[in-house]
């Protein structure tokens, strides 16, 4: 098993910045593949960004792509995603996801195995 736990929501004001984390522990070494997904309210969970941990290859949806890096620290087991120049539609739930080898696209929710809880990251206006 592999326990997920984000940190680092919080409210903020459109254009500005901000990073949430995302500790791993237990069976991390099952994983290869991480990733953020997010959730606003009334509409369907959607893929933000994903990220290898061997090969540090990462993945961005297009409507994050320039704004939001990707990036973990396999000594602390630690995901981040750092988010500038936020919009009002960034407001989300952001969720933590990690899966193993499989042959499901990394932009699917089918492709992980492990969730963390989410973080509730506001941007207002």
């Known amino acids: 098993q592999v326990q997920l736990v984000e940190s680092g929501g919080g409210l903020v004001q459109a254009g500005d910045s901000l990073r949430v984390s995302c500790a791993a522990s237990g069976r991390t070494f099952s994983t290869d593949l991480m990733a953020w997904f997010r959730q606003a309210p009334g509409k369907e969970r959607e893929f933000v960004a994903a990220?290898?941990?061997?090969?540090?290859?990462?993945h961005y949806a297009d409507s994050v792509k320039g704004r939001f890096t990707i990036s973990r620290d396999n000594a602390k087991n630690t995901l981040y995603l750092q988010m500038n120049s936020l919009k009002l539609e960034d407001t989300a739930v952001y969720y933590c996801?990690?899966?193993?080898?499989?042959?499901?696209?990394?932009?699917?929710?089918?492709?992980?195995?492990?969730w963390g809880l989410g973080t509730q990251v506001t941007v207002s206006s």
């Open positions: 990220i290898t941990w061997s090969g540090g290859t990462t």
């Open positions: 996801a990690a899966g193993g080898p499989g042959s499901n696209p990394y932009y699917t929710s089918r492709r992980y195995d492990y």
